[in-house]
């Protein structure tokens, strides 16, 4: 079976739309977040013609917020099968669609993150690779986007892929949801994967690893113009504080940065 690879938001939502459109016997959805009205809309258009149609959600996030409550409201109000994830996961951040029984879809994006690095093992992995002479580019969000419990852990790691000699970038204009490794631009890794411990010891994710030539030479090609369309992220002390301004320096404390105060308050006199 060819390999057909789905970018956003170059592509849109059209292939995607297509296939469910397309499906004729079995339809079956896992998502983290489904709140997009046109897949929505697709996903119930595709039961009412006779389509088997059974569509996992994941029901909250850790810290217990429910998004999905609209959706699932409205495809058992069509008559779809919808259930929750499986209970043994703390989240279930799969993103994938499988149809007829023959097509499958492994995704990064929600249908509608975090993006961090903060797996220690990982993180091991990159330096080692840095000091054999791997050049090691990154992409990431800025500081201020991340939730103020995991700042230390996603600040820390780009701090220390910094400091050994990868390149730190931030894209600008757009909002970097993909999860993706490109490797010797020969094979590549996609899917609903953040590096983060989480993701690999307490989530049910999905990837997929490949080396299909016309999968990877697009990769690279939107590599190399995402990396072109980036800058550098600052991650000194004062860069940082300079960002997390923007949400009002909230998590500052937890990151123990030099604001040039310290040393600067007199002492007390006995």
């Known amino acids: 079976m ?10 849109t939502a059209k292939p995607l739309v297509d296939a469910i459109n397309g499906a004729k016997r079995v339809l079956q959805v896992r998502m983290f977040l489904f709140t997009d009205t046109t897949l929505l809309d697709a996903v119930i258009a595709a039961h009412r013609r006779g389509v088997e149609v059974r569509v996992m959600l994941n ?23 919808v259930r929750d994830s499986n209970p043994a996961f ?36 990159l330096v080692r690779a840095i000091e ?8 990431a969000r800025k500081p201020h986007s991340l939730k103020p419990d995991k700042l230390i852990e996603g600040v820390g790691g780009l701090r220390i892929l910094q400091d050994v000699g990868a390149e730190v970038h931030t894209l ?3 909002k970097l949801h993909g999860k993706m490794l490109l490797a010797d631009g020969k094979r590549a890794i996609v899917g609903s994967i953040n590096l ?10 999905l990837a997929i690893e490949t080396d299909h030539h016309h999968t990877v030479t697009r990769l690279e090609k939107i590599a190399a113009e995402d990396w072109e369309n980036s800058h550098n992220l600052d991650l000194s002390d004062e860069g940082l504080l300079a960002d997390l301004a923007k949400r009002g320096s909230e998590g500052v404390d937890k990151l123990v940065l030099d604001d040039g105060k310290r040393g600067k308050h007199h002492h007390a006199k006995h």
């Open 132 to 139: 054999r002479g791997v050049k090691v580019r990154v992409l």
């Open 172 to 174: 600008k204009h757009l």
């Open 196 to 205: 983060a411990p989480g993701s690999f010891d307490s989530r049910r994710e």
């Open 59 to 81: 029901p909250a996030r850790r810290s217990g917020e429910s998004e999905n409550e609209e959706s699932r409201k409205a495809l058992a109000g069509a008559g779809v099968a």
């Open 90 to 125: 703390d989240v279930t951040h799969q993103k994938s669609m499988v149809i007829d029984d023959e097509i499958g879809y492994v995704e990064s994006l929600n249908w509608l993150q975090n993006e961090r690095y903060q797996d220690t093992v990982i993180i091991e992995r």
């Open 2 to 11: 060819p390999h057909q690879l789905i970018v956003l938001p170059d592509d």
